[in-house]
């Protein structure tokens, strides 16, 4: 397009009776370079104020209709006045700034339609039906560093990491600590982008987002988007080039090769090449070849790649490497919302709260395909399976062989032979030495043996030890790339992408090889807890390990004297309360009264989830409250009102007189909060606190037979700790989906927190 002298175009802006504002714009809009957003900033107005001018001085020439061609036809009628009143004259050299910018938006409006059918809806796994991408798809987030390009050593990466602390944040393990950026927001920072991320990671959604906002102008709007599939390309018959091939696309939405090459000459195309790790090894070449061409005839474009994570090693110099982060909380939440309101279900906020009660598998749910898998499940039965090694056996068999065979991917790769049992079998092996050692970060050549010790037992397996290392590798790398299973956390050093997959193979080795023996040796360490549960799962018949998970238990606290007087009365204190509740569920409820347990009724209410804490019970509750509040109160006064408020609920509760006449003068004699007099109290509980104690604690023995000073040494209650610990992980095998006889799990209920004398008697009785 040619552009015009500025006095003429303001003649004619007074000869047509434009307003100031709308003579501005016009005036600007045919006499400047650039595109329609760099003019309205020059005029220091928005685009969309800039537009609305124009569509009035449109009217003012009377020319009507709507799109681009309106700028096109008032440009050539200037261009006719121009040459009829300066016939010796021509307008200014042509820059094609305007004319690309009115090109750029009659190709988009061209492609539209053919651009959403190609990426506007999706369709993964199981589902039956398509879904709107609109309706599902989540913001991403980008790592502009590449995690496995770090240069940290094992202990950086692991610190801070202690397994066996009950409080052990499992989704913090291997969480990523780099800035990140939105993923729009890195596609306009950096002209050409790979997008490199793991199996699932959401690479190609984000691309197909990418090509709709760029056609719809919600993002890029001076860009032609341009979305290819690379395998598709690559196993197209003819073999053509890549400009052949995005002039076929463009011909089929009636775009000309000339305007096609006219816009990406100038720099107009957005070129989005998705899939980059999904040709195939005797195509790569070529395609590669293809791309590096293409780039760099037309280099001013904006260029993404997507590609696998270690797929191999490409090499292009001009572009950024970057990585799709995992999701976090806030990105879960929002892809559950829209999944199920697309479903025009509400189960969204219970997932979410299931995932929350369910930290192994919320793991899964940072990786956006295994999250479509949760909500797949979720949305057949309202809640995930009783037995999560199925669930996690499922993810795993999507990740090895489901997600390219749904997209019909066919991988070239050194274990070609491995099938996916022996690739589970691999994995396994690789998890449980490793899991056993306590390592869930390894460093690359340690895998690699690992791998190697394996395969080389495979029919025509490599002997000699340096090509065998040299497969391992490759190995290594197919199974990170295809599957992600396995991921570089740091250069040379890797992991499971979860903890929760080297827990599922540890546990599937331990099945395979029938070591019960060994598990129920590390019935202490709080790392083993999920391999307890999923091994229990997997297994047949659990008899075997949920007896010898029974005798381990019994024995921790067998040979120390007290701890066994305290089992005796805990027995005998939950026998002299009537309640329906189950008799186990009784005895947990007073171990948890002890000092050691904090008042957790967690196991409690495991064993009878409708344990009845009328009475007896919550007569017994509020004392021990009582008891530990006025423990608390020289540190804390602001607590003294709960101390209050539970002894009230101590005689509200009780029934016994006799009970009430003693607690009531004891309560009689604390200063009362109303005062609100810290000072006054705290000189108060300073003279009379430990008295005041002694006194509680002799009406709780005398009435209630509780509220006893055992006297626990530190290894005592460790040793406590432990044992109580060891029976919920018993307890929450036998509640789980695993497969024991009725007599056995009846036996372990009724004899569970019992001392030993009374376990012995009742075998006796059994036999």
């Not at 509980?685 to 055992?710: F, P």
Request: proline share 3%; net charge negative; aromatic share 10%.
């Amino acid at each position: 397009m040619q552009l015009l002298p500025h006095d003429f175009l303001t003649q004619i802006a007074r000869d047509y009776d434009l307003s100031p504002e709308q003579e501005e714009a016009f005036v600007a809009r045919f006499s400047r370079q650039g595109n329609v957003d760099a003019i309205a900033e020059s005029l220091h107005i928005s685009p969309g104020a800039f537009r609305i001018r124009m569509s009035h001085v449109y009217k003012k020439f009377s020319i009507g209709g709507k799109g681009p061609n309106k700028a096109r036809r008032l440009h050539d009628w200037l261009i006719k006045n121009y040459q009829a009143s300066n016939p010796t004259s021509s307008p200014q050299t042509p820059t094609h700034e305007v004319e690309i910018d009115i090109l750029v938006q009659e190709i988009r409006q061209k492609i539209k339609p053919s651009i959403q059918k190609q990426c506007g809806k999706m369709k993964v796994l199981d589902m039956i039906q398509p879904i709107g991408l609109k309706d599902i798809y989540t913001k991403v987030n980008i790592l502009e560093k590449v995690i496995g390009r770090r240069r940290l050593a094992i202990n950086e990466l692991i610190q801070g990491c202690n397994l066996d602390a009950e409080s052990f944040d499992r989704l913090g393990f291997g969480k990523v600590k780099e800035e990140r950026i939105p993923g729009l927001e890195a596609v306009q920072k950096y002209d050409k982008l790979m997008v490199l991320g793991k199996p699932g990671a959401g690479k190609t959604t984000f691309l197909k987002y990418l090509a709709i906002q760029c056609a719809k102008s919600k993002v890029l709007t001076d860009k032609v988007p341009i979305f290819i599939t690379l395998k598709q390309f690559a196993e197209t018959q003819s073999q053509p080039s890549l400009t052949t091939y995005i002039n076929q696309i463009f011909d089929n939405c009636n775009v000309t090769e000339v305007q096609v090459a006219a816009f990406l000459k100038h720099g107009s195309g957005l070129i989005l090449l998705d899939g980059l790790d999904e040709v195939r090894e005797e195509d790569a070449d070529r395609v590669l070849t293809q791309i590096q061409a293409f780039t760099e005839k037309y280099d001013a474009n904006t260029f993404v790649i997507t590609c696998r994570i270690a797929a191999r090693e490409y090499t292009f110099e001009k572009f950024t490497d970057v990585e799709v982060d995992d999701f976090d909380d806030k990105q879960i939440r929002t892809f559950a919302t829209k999944w199920f309101q697309a479903k025009q279900s509400d189960l969204a906020d219970y997932l979410i709260e299931q995932l929350e009660n369910n930290k192994p598998i919320k793991e899964l749910a940072s990786n956006p395909l295994l999250l479509t898998l949760l909500c797949i499940e979720f949305e057949d039965s309202g809640e995930f399976p009783a037995n999560r090694a199925e669930l996690y056996s499922r993810a795993i068999h999507t990740l090895l062989r489901k997600w390219d065979a749904k997209r019909r991917i066919v991988r070239e790769q050194v274990y070609k032979k491995l099938s996916v049992q022996r690739k589970e079998d691999l994995l396994s092996e690789v998890a449980f030495v490793t899991f056993e050692r306590g390592e869930y970060l390894f460093k690359q050549r340690e895998i690699e043996q690992y791998i190697a010790d394996y395969i080389r037992n495979l029919p025509d397996a490599k002997t000699d030890p340096e090509a065998l290392l040299l497969d391992s590798e490759a190995v290594l790398k197919s199974i990170e790339a295809h599957h992600g299973l396995l991921v570089e956390r740091a250069r040379g050093i890797y992991s499971f992408s979860h903890l929760t997959f080297q827990e599922y193979f540890t546990a599937r080795e331990i099945v395979a090889k029938s070591d019960i023996g060994l598990l129920v040796s590390k019935i202490t360490e709080n790392r083993w807890r999920e391999v307890f549960l999923l091994t229990a799962g997997m297994m047949r018949h659990a008899d075997e390990l949920v007896q010898q998970m029974k005798q381990i238990i019994d024995g921790l606290v067998a040979g120390d004297e007290k701890l066994q007087r305290f089992l005796t009365w805990v027995n005998q204190k939950s026998l002299s309360v009537e309640v329906p509740s189950k008799p186990s569920a009784v005895r947990a409820f007073y171990f948890a009264l002890s000092p050691v347990r904090s008042r957790d009724l967690t196991l409690a209410l495991d064993l009878d989830r409708f344990l009845d804490l009328a009475r007896s019970l919550s007569l017994d509750f509020h004392l021990y409250v009582s008891l530990d509040l006025s423990r608390d109160l020289s540190r804390d006064f602001d607590r003294f009102l709960d101390l209050y408020v539970s002894l009230d609920l101590s005689l509200y509760v009780s029934l016994d007189s006799e009970f009430q006449k003693s607690l009531q003068p004891l309560k009689d004699q604390l200063p009362s909060p109303e005062n609100n007099n810290k000072e006054q109290f705290n000189q108060w509980w300073q003279i009379n606190c430990k008295v005041w104690i002694e006194q509680l604690r002799t009406v709780m023995i005398q009435h209630r037979n509780i509220g006893y000073n055992w006297q626990f040494s530190d290894s005592q209650k460790q040793l406590l700790e432990q044992y109580y610990d060891a029976n919920k992980l018993l307890v929450d095998c036998l509640n789980s989906d695993c497969y024991i006889s009725q007599e056995l799990r009846q036996e372990i209920e009724d004899t569970l927190l019992l001392p030993i004398a009374e376990i012995e008697k009742c075998k006796s009785h059994i036999n």
